[in-house]
């Protein structure tokens, strides 16, 4: 746990106590400050008050007293509507912030030298999170992974010199953060997201934006205009950027071309990685991912050596293009993550000969948008509410099965894909749809294709499991 210190002897009034607003409690009595923890639910406030955080009902309280509010990322800040804690704190004219702000001014106090990796992006940022930390482990670092990535920043060991931090940073926890400050910030691209809680595109970027005007030095992903435009805003205040491309090469920075990842220089050009055969770093969306992990690297120091054996041993993220098996010539790949069209794009623009199983409960648009994919798709295996609707898009396209269930799609995927004459042929779980009509979470539902799988893969003597 990193100890709050810079509100030791303080009043501070804590909003949210799911997982890292426990955490965040914890964090601030450990430093001396005198909290007042609350919740909407009533069981996370009995749970909170069993770990001995003080709690009591910030309605009730003297808002005036506080000098901060600690607010949770979850809670909406500005919209749809201010949470009535932030109408509160507005009122008597304390600071709002949270957990990731927190870090920073201890960091700031107690450790101004100690290595802080920050990344965001709308898509991408828990590969390229995970990647960096790999490539520093491999490198024998002490790393703390955390943030929006699944781990409380603050239940980290705290800031050293001799120890790295690679947070991966939603909107929702930059929106919170005023000063952050990272050695290095990452900003990957920016499409359509959130708005309910920014309500516009400009003020999404804007936040977003933040984690890079404040780095000492910013990785921009330079593919859509809103990062392009960023990337020279920073250069005309002097900020140190690192541009990166995967749609063509830029005169400084980094770009990727066929899998292959180049380092420009004033134009002076080398090939410094090679991604082909990586598995768990296929695609074009994830050379993005890996020239921003490799530009990173190289900003805090890591050898080119280095950087390359850990792109090579890099295990990826469960459900995110996820191998799960090879049984016989046929791959098997859970990519349970792509819960909207945008998402399974990438994953099907990865294979040439694909079996695809999708389905679920549907996202607007459902799946028009992947029409130029749909000559890639060998046969189609539909599940969940989805089904119907995703039939009639691809009616006259592409072949398909009713499965209805994962039970059922994997045992027909898995048996037409063994009779393709193809070198290669891919069982791919890229659902485009959310779980909710099937599983709780897109986790469960990965995590169901992958037994399914390894049952198979363990009733065949020349299967290798990953």
């Known amino acids: 746990m990193i100890p709050i210190t810079s509100f030791a002897g303080k009043?501070?009034?804590?909003?949210?106590?799911g997982g890292s607003g426990i955490v965040t409690a914890q964090a601030l009595v450990a430093g001396g400050a005198k909290v007042v923890a609350w919740d909407?639910?009533?069981?996370?406030?009995?749970?909170?008050?069993?770990?001995?955080?003080?709690?009591g009902d910030l309605r009730q309280q003297d808002f005036a007293g506080f000098s901060a509010l600690v607010l949770s990322p979850g809670v909406p800040l500005t919209h749809p509507v201010p949470h009535w804690t932030v109408d509160l704190a507005k009122a008597t004219g304390i600071e709002i912030i949270g957990d990731i702000e927190l870090f920073c001014r201890e960091r700031r106090a107690t450790a101004p030298g100690a290595p802080f990796i920050a990344i965001t992006g709308t898509n991408g940022k828990s590969t390229t999170t995970a990647l960096i930390a790999h490539l520093f482990r491999t490198a024998g670092w002490d790393v703390q992974l955390g943030g929006n990535i699944g781990t409380a920043i603050l239940s980290l060991e705290p800031p050293a010199t001799d120890r790295i931090h690679i947070v991966e940073c939603s909107s929702f926890q930059i929106?919170?953060?005023?000063?952050?400050?990272?050695?290095?910030g990452v900003l990957l691209n920016l499409t359509e997201d959130h708005l309910d809680r920014h309500d516009t595109?400009?003020?999404?970027?804007?936040?977003k934006a933040r984690l890079v005007r404040g780095a000492d030095t910013a990785v921009i992903g330079i593919d859509d205009e809103w990062c392009a435009t960023i990337a020279s805003d920073l250069d005309a205040i002097g900020k140190p950027v690192e541009r990166l491309s995967v749609r063509r090469p830029v005169a400084t920075g980094f770009y990727a071309d066929r899998g292959r990842i180049f380092e420009a220089d004033d134009a002076v050009v080398r090939q410094v990685a090679d991604l082909a055969g990586i598995g768990s770093l296929r695609g074009a969306h994830n050379a993005q991912n890996a020239a921003a992990a490799i530009a990173t690297a190289r900003v805090i120091g890591l050898s080119?050596?280095?950087?390359?054996?850990?792109?090579?041993?890099?295990?990826?993220?469960?459900?995110?293009m996820e191998e799960?098996?090879?049984?016989?010539?046929?791959?098997?790949?859970?990519?349970?993550?792509?819960?909207?069209?945008?998402?399974?794009?990438?994953?099907?623009?990865?294979?040439?000969?694909?079996?695809?199983?999708?389905?679920?409960?549907?996202?607007?648009?459902?799946?028009?948008?992947?029409?130029?994919?749909?000559?890639r798709i060998v046969k189609a295996y539909l599940i969940g509410?989805?089904?119907?609707?995703?039939?009639?898009?691809?009616?006259?396209?592409?072949?398909?099965?009713?499965?209805?269930?994962?039970d059922a799609a994997v045992a027909a995927a898995a048996r037409d894909a063994a009779a393709d004459g193809a070198a290669e042929p891919v069982v791919l779980l890229s659902p485009a749809c959310a779980s909710y009509d099937q599983y709780r979470n897109f986790e469960i539902r990965g995590d169901h294709f992958r037994g399914l799988v390894q049952a198979l893969a363990g009733a065949h003597s020349v299967a290798e499991v990953k």
């Open 11 to 17: 009043s501070v009034a804590v909003f949210g106590l």
């Open 324 to 375: 799960v098996a090879r049984i016989g010539k046929v791959l098997f790949v859970n990519d349970s993550k792509a819960t909207n069209a945008d998402a399974a794009e990438k994953a099907l623009s990865s294979f040439d000969r694909i079996y695809w199983i999708a389905g679920g409960k549907p996202k607007t648009g459902g799946i028009t948008s992947l029409a130029p994919y749909f000559p």
């Open 385 to 406: 509410a989805a089904a119907e609707e995703f039939a009639a898009t691809l009616a006259g396209k592409v072949d398909t099965v009713m499965a209805g269930t994962m």
């Open 304 to 320: 080119e050596t280095v950087i390359v054996a850990g792109l090579k041993s890099f295990p990826g993220l469960a459900h995110r």
């Open 201 to 207: 595109m400009e003020r999404y970027a804007a936040i």
């Open 175 to 184: 929106d919170l953060a005023p000063t952050i400050d990272p050695t290095v």
């Open 40 to 55: 909407d639910n009533a069981e996370s406030v009995a749970k909170a008050a069993a770990a001995g955080i003080p709690t």
